[in-house]
């Protein structure tokens, strides 16, 4: 069965990506405490990735923060990720390069970069380059650039 989302843990983690584009200092720490603690349990990883991914009607701002949140937690803590959690992110990443939004894809590329620095098993076999590059070609050739 396919990783879903608590409702109410998923309203908290956008009410935190929503504040966390505030100017307002006290606001941005209090945002960075509570990403310091989040860090700490590996499911928030699959929170980020489904509001990249999955959440179409949500602000591509929102979107691409959680991305790039993400792509920093991968950077800092991909060594603890359990399996699942790394293999649902490297699968929800290959399905959506496709995104209609230039910003959701090129944070989606990104966040492909970061992941073959860290897991090399990414990109790096025959196969999956060749599922990326047939991904990519089609979501290119069918117009979503």
């Known amino acids: 069965m396919e990783w879903q989302p608590d409702e109410q843990g998923l309203q908290q983690v956008l009410q ?3 504040d966390s584009q505030s100017p307002n200092t006290v606001t941005q720490r209090a945002v960075q405490q509570k990403l310091e603690q989040l860090n700490q349990f590996p499911d ?3 929170y980020l990735i489904f509001v990249l991914t999955c959440l179409k009607t949500e602000d591509e701002p929102t979107r691409s923060l959680s991305g ?3 792509k920093n937690n991968v950077k800092a ?3 603890n990720f359990p399996p699942a959690v790394a293999d649902f992110i490297k699968r929800e990443c290959l399905n959506n390069i496709g995104d209609p939004s230039p910003l959701i894809r090129a944070t989606i590329g990104k966040m492909i970069g970061r992941l073959n620095e860290c897991a ?3 990109i790096g076999t025959p196969l ?5 590059s047939n ?4 979501s290119f050739c ?3 650039r």
């Not at 999956?128 to 990326?132: A, L, Q, S, T």
């Not at 991904?135 to 089609?138: A, D, Q, S």
């Open 142 to 144: 069918t117009g979503s």
């Open 120 to 122: 090399c098993e990414f």
């Open 68 to 70: 790039l949140i993400l």
């Open 128 to 132: 999956n380059i060749y599922i990326f």
């Open 135 to 138: 991904v990519f070609l089609e």
């Open 44 to 46: 928030f990883n699959n």
């Open 16 to 18: 935190l990506l929503k």
């Open 77 to 79: 803590h991909y060594q």
